[in-house]
């Protein structure tokens, strides 16, 4: 995109303004690989001193003893589970509406992250349940549509891989995706709209918390090391994606020669 702008002689000037320089993989790619060992080197830093506010800081908890520990993982977890979701959806989107290649490789590599961290989030529940609720499932609305969001990953990676040609299987995706974006609110406010055994949510923005400042902290730190690490690997997973489909293209014969 080029822009004309007068200068103090009068003379026209012609300005180049690459707005969408990073949306060709050919750009993006490089840029990724110097970002991500940043974000591996944040995600580091950022799980060690979580985890040390969350299991050796934070006090004992009065009724539920130390097996409330585990919403220092749940909570992150569940958390990411749902952001990843609402990027993923919004790059499909993008790459829906305007065709971009890369938004579309984006939405790619975050489902498998997002998968993973739905996964974590019901696996460490059922790890909270059993000793505090008696039971390792109910079909409780917070856990049910967590569930579901677990299938709609499922099924998002299920139909970009049954389909050969990349751009109907990011189309197809991109549709599903949308369409799945209705469960997250569902997730997040299905304790308030139905009667749950799930407790509400651990942060309210209109109230103060009512945990001790440690807990929030811990969480917090470990949900920013949560995003950290998801910027690395899907940094790490998209470019493995661009390699593969554009095989065919100069650029990546040349960066195989160059690190072959």
Same mark, same amino acid.
């Given at each position: 995109?080029?822009?004309?702008?007068?200068?103090?002689?009068?003379?026209?000037?012609?300005?180049?303004?690459?707005?969408?320089?990073?949306?060709?993989?050919?750009?993006?790619?490089?840029? @990724?690989?110097?970002?991500?060992?940043?974000? $591996?080197?944040?995600?580091? #830093?950022?799980?060690?001193?979580? #985890? &040390?506010?969350?299991?050796?800081?934070?006090?004992?908890?009065?009724?539920?003893?130390?097996? &409330?520990?585990?919403?220092?993982?749940? +909570?992150?977890?569940?958390?990411?589970?749902?952001?990843?979701?609402?990027?993923?959806?919004?790059?499909?989107?993008?790459?829906?509406?305007?065709?971009?290649?890369?938004?579309?490789?984006?939405?790619?590599?975050?489902?498998?992250?997002?998968?993973?961290?739905?996964?974590?989030?019901?696996?460490?529940?059922?790890?909270?349940?059993?000793?505090?609720?008696? @039971?390792?499932? +109910?079909?409780?609305?917070?856990?049910?549509?967590?569930?579901?969001?677990?299938?709609?990953?499922?099924?998002?990676?299920?139909?970009?891989?049954?389909?050969?040609?990349?751009?109907?299987?990011?189309? $197809?995706?991109? #549709?599903?995706?949308?369409?799945?974006?209705?469960?997250?609110?569902?997730?997040?406010?299905?304790?308030?709209?139905?009667?749950?055994?799930?407790?509400?949510?651990?942060?309210?923005?209109?109230?103060?918390?009512?945990?001790?400042?440690?807990?929030?902290?811990?969480?917090?730190?470990?949900?920013?090391?949560?995003?950290?690490?998801?910027?690395?690997?899907?940094?790490?997973? #998209?470019?493995?994606?661009?390699?593969?489909?554009?095989?065919?293209?100069?650029?990546?014969?040349? &960066?195989?020669?160059?690190?072959?």
């Amino acid at each position: 995109m080029s822009t004309t702008n007068q200068t103090f002689s009068g003379e026209p000037s012609t300005t180049r303004i690459h707005w969408f320089k990073y949306a060709s993989p050919q750009t993006f790619f490089p840029l @990724a690989g110097k970002l991500i060992p940043w974000f $591996a080197g944040i995600a580091f #830093v950022l799980t060690i001193v979580g #985890v &040390y506010l969350g299991f050796f800081v934070a006090p004992t908890d009065f009724q539920q003893g130390d097996a &409330y520990r585990i919403i220092f993982l749940h +909570v992150p977890a569940a958390w990411m589970s749902m952001f990843i979701y609402i990027v993923m959806a919004c790059w499909a989107g993008i790459g829906l509406a305007w065709n971009t290649r890369v938004s579309s490789m984006m939405a790619s590599a975050l489902a498998p992250t997002g998968a993973l961290f739905t996964f974590l989030a019901l696996w460490t529940g059922a790890l909270w349940g059993r000793p505090t609720w008696g @039971a390792w499932w +109910v079909w409780d609305a917070r856990l049910t549509s967590e569930l579901i969001l677990l299938f709609l990953y499922i099924g998002f990676m299920a139909l970009q891989a049954s389909i050969d040609d990349p751009r109907r299987a990011d189309k $197809a995706g991109a #549709v599903l995706a949308l369409v799945g974006v209705v469960n997250v609110p569902i997730i997040y406010y299905s304790v308030q709209w139905w009667n749950t055994l799930h407790q509400g949510s651990s942060i309210n923005m209109t109230k103060a918390p009512s945990m001790a400042a440690i807990m929030l902290i811990g969480m917090l730190v470990l949900a920013l090391a949560m995003w950290a690490y998801t910027i690395a690997v899907v940094l790490s997973r #998209v470019r493995c994606i661009m390699l593969e489909r554009e095989r065919h293209t100069d650029w990546v014969k040349e &960066y195989a020669e160059k690190n072959a």
